[in-house]
T-cell receptor
């Protein structure tokens, strides 16, 4: 089963409000990636975090990787209707035996009310 | 091509039939991945190729699933004796080189087994 948990499953916000989704792994991750999937679309790569405690920003999006490399978060400031979609975190296990196994969380589905 | 191309976009088959799904990755991309995405879930890893070598097939759910990439470019995912639980979207992704790098996804094949 999946070893990457993501909460919340759904988030409904008013346009202009902030949004945060959290990702937790039961095991240490070598890196974590974030993807966005619009309704009816495919996952689109947003960012990759590799270092413990790393923080990266993309305009209104802020991504964090925990010190223990077991958790991560994505924060969106002042949401817009274009932010609608499902946000997935995905991680590679540190020292894992499976070479290509990128483990996805179940995603947080964001809806934004204009 | 400009992106990852998958065909067909939709496939309907009767239970017990064999199906073949095609993935044409971004030109020059070394790594290729197959995922299965059920409704409302995150993509689940099936298998990974580096060029023509299948380095990880730990996610294939049964021996009815088979994938190949004979010339290190186009890949085919074959499902034999399909069952209803095989109904899902099958996503293909490619990345430039490293297995742990950003992945570029195709639009997927939506498979429905009747």
């Amino acid at each position: 089963g999946q070893q990457v948990m993501q909460i919340p499953q759904y988030q409904h916000v008013q346009e202009g409000e902030d949004f945060t989704t959290y990702c937790n792994s039961s095991t240490t991750l070598s890196n974590i990636q974030w993807y966005k999937q619009r309704p009816g679309g495919h996952p689109v790569f947003l960012i990759q975090l590799v270092k413990s405690g790393e923080v990266k920003k993309q305009k209104r999006l802020t991504f964090q990787f925990g010190e223990a490399k077991k958790n991560s978060s994505l924060h969106i400031t002042a949401t817009q209707t274009t932010d609608v979609g499902t946000y997935f975190c995905a991680g590679f296990l540190s020292g894992g035996g499976s070479q290509g196994n990128l483990i996805f969380g179940k995603g947080t589905k964001l809806s934004v009310k204009p | 091509g400009a992106g990852v191309s998958q065909s067909p976009r939709y496939k309907v088959a009767k239970r017990g039939q064999d199906v073949a799904l095609r993935c044409d990755p971004i030109s020059g991309h070394v790594s290729l991945f197959w995922y299965q995405q059920a409704l409302g879930q995150g993509p689940e890893f099936l298998t990974y190729f580096q060029n023509e070598a299948q380095l990880d097939k730990s996610g294939l759910p049964s021996d009815r699933f088979f994938a190949e990439r004979p010339e290190g470019s186009v890949s085919t995912l074959k499902i034999q004796r399909t069952q209803q639980e095989d109904s899902a979207v099958y996503l293909c992704a490619s990345s430039v080189d490293r297995v742990s790098g950003p992945q570029h996804f195709g639009d997927g094949t939506r498979l429905s087994i009747l």
